[in-house]
């Protein structure tokens, strides 16, 4: 049993990933501010049900599986309450024993800004993406570098850091021939947001920890994620990740499927052929699984490009379209002035071979997950908002 750190554990990954690390018999603690719940309310953004806090979702977990997740309700922009995950100072909100078991063997690094849109929404959201994602970073690796040196991260990264270069995009790392003499170097990068330029800089944090203290590190350039259900979330309904259908917080393939059920055209952004790779909520939580099974090495920056397929926009809206219509649900598509500074037609081709080759199973897009996706979004078809969907938010 290893003893797993989640930082983020409340959002729409991190929950999901407690679950999973928990029902396979490890210790598992989540780390919170609840920047998204409180941003959700702030922005009034949509979100499709609510979720009971993560002490109540600990306690019933505790009480349905008889296991334990604890939680620590932090801010982590603070490096003495980052530097107490790994000095055994931390207090748990909620703990069966109050017990502190050590340093741990794995931290998984949620503990973000996540979206794009909100770091443009104005200079003050922007400010924040910057100074919270990189100090928590800075923070947890100088912690790692005082506490843990043999912890495994696992963080988060996204493949827009990439852009949509002319070349494929391999995984992370690139060999580079100049004037007759060879290197090796990260990936030219080219995030088209304050965030994805934000996690540019994450990469590179960790990179030269990785380069001076030895430090390990995974780094999951992931796709944009669609999806409710995990096989944890059935046990129980208040086990439901939070699920945003509006413009800031919510993924393309959630937001279409629910501009389906309201009856709401759904917003291609210009020409529509912007073309990104996409993975199921379930292989977010196989990626990271198969990471902590397999850990990168001491002085090692490992990059996965977190992908199972690519899509265009225009190739999402007619999947949408094509099973919204067999649900009844009359889906019209809405060609919109692009609000992002972005091509709208482009070469892309990553390589994402690296996780298939430590064991994760795709799960593809088929018409049978969208149909699942409609069914709980149609369950709570009266409390979706129209005028939280599009706001236009422009790059």
């Not at 800004?113 to 993406?129: E, G, M, R, V, W």
Request: positive net charge; contains cysteine.
């Amino acid at each position: 049993m290893s003893h797993i750190l989640i930082l983020g554990g409340d959002g729409y990954l991190g929950w999901p990933t407690a679950m999973y690390f928990s029902i396979r018999g490890h210790e598992v603690t989540v780390v919170d501010n609840y920047f998204r719940r409180n941003a959700c309310k702030e922005m009034d953004t949509g979100m499709l049900y609510s979720v009971p806090s993560l002490t109540d979702r600990s306690n019933t977990w505790y009480e349905r599986t008889g296991k334990e997740i604890k939680v620590v309700i932090s801010d982590l922009n603070d490096p003495e309450s980052m530097r107490k995950l790994f000095n055994g100072k931390v207090n748990y909100d909620w703990s069966k024993d109050k017990k502190y078991t050590g340093i741990p063997e794995t931290v998984v690094h949620y503990a973000e800004q996540p979206s794009a849109p909100y770091s443009l929404i104005n200079y003050k959201c922007a400010d924040f993406t910057l100074m919270n994602n990189l100090r928590v970073t800075n923070n947890l690796m100088w912690a790692l570098r005082d506490y843990a040196r043999e912890t495994h991260v696992i963080k988060l990264g996204t493949m827009g850091e990439y852009g949509t270069p002319n070349i494929d995009i391999e995984e992370g790392w690139i060999e580079i021939k100049h004037k007759n003499r060879k290197d090796k170097f990260l990936f030219p990068r080219q995030g088209s947001s304050i965030y994805h330029t934000s996690k540019i800089m994450d990469t590179d944090l960790l990179w030269l920890g990785v380069r001076i203290w030895n430090l390990r590190v995974t780094d999951l350039m992931q796709g944009p994620v669609y999806g409710i259900e995990t096989e944890e979330t059935k046990i129980d309904k208040d086990f439901q990740t939070i699920f945003n259908y509006d413009e800031i917080f919510g993924t393309i393939i959630n937001r279409f499927i629910t501009q389906a059920v309201a009856g709401y055209p759904l917003t291609v952004y210009g020409k529509g052929g912007q073309t990104r790779g996409y993975l199921n909520i379930k292989d977010t939580l196989q990626c990271v699984y198969k990471s902590f099974l397999s850990p990168a090495k001491s002085g090692e920056l490992r990059i996965f490009n977190q992908i199972v397929e690519t899509f265009s926009v225009n190739e999402l809206a007619k999947k949408i379209l094509k099973v919204g219509n067999d649900r009844n649900h009359n889906v019209k598509i809405d060609h919109i002035s692009n609000p992002r500074k972005e091509s709208e037609s482009h070469y892309y081709n990553p390589i994402y071979q690296g996780l298939l080759d430590i064991g994760v199973k795709p799960n593809y897009l088929t018409e049978d997950v969208i149909n699942s996706i409609f069914k709980i979004v149609e369950e709570h078809s009266k409390k979706i908002r129209k005028d939280v969907i599009y706001r236009g938010i422009k790059w």
